[in-house]
């Protein structure tokens, strides 16, 4: 069974074109769309529903700076140990308990400039750790490009929380 990237005819690399993979994800979509098939038999429909969720999933992970970083970490052969290794470096976990700290205190406080520098903060960390990650990807070392997803991770999750916490608040 092919790959993601080669659904797509796209380059098995972390930095991709992304105008490139919308592109093909429409071409894929195209050709199996539920108008052409209107006609076909059950099974030919089964078939044609199953590559258009297949091309919506490849789509979804090639798409998310995340998503496509862990993939190329296992097609690779790196399993990315998400449950079973939390494991993160010193700083990594410092930084992580200062930004929960200022976010209850942004929460109790419904102090919104200090959540929006939270968010601003959590951008930059973010990108540089995406930048890191993708070096280590395209230089191939999966290894330690699966400490950055692990890490990404965590960023992803405490974005979340920022975004659920300004939902919570009338702004």
């Not at 960390?125 to 330690?144: M, P, S, T």
């Amino acid at each position: 069974m092919q790959n993601h990237f080669d659904l797509f005819h796209l380059p098995q690399r972390f930095d991709i074109d992304m105008t490139a993979l919308d592109k093909a994800y429409h071409e894929v979509q195209n050709q199996v769309h539920p108008d052409k098939f209107a006609h076909a038999s059950d099974a030919e429909k089964r078939v044609a529903m199953q590559w258009a969720t297949r091309a919506n999933e490849a789509y979804k992970t090639l798409k998310s700076p995340f998503g496509r970083a862990a993939y190329l970490c296992e097609l690779n052969g790196v399993d990315l140990q998400i449950e079973s290794n939390t494991a993160m470096p010193g700083a990594f976990l410092m930084q992580q308990m200062e930004w929960r700290e200022s976010l209850e205190d942004a929460k109790a406080a419904k102090d919104i400039g200090v959540l929006e520098r939270l968010e601003a903060e959590l951008r930059g960390a973010r990108k540089k750790e995406v930048e890191q990650i993708g070096k280590l990807l395209d230089a191939n070392d999966f290894h330690a490009a699966a400490q950055g997803v692990r890490q990404l991770m965590f960023l992803e999750k405490f974005g979340d929380e920022i975004g659920r916490i300004f939902e919570t608040m009338d702004i």
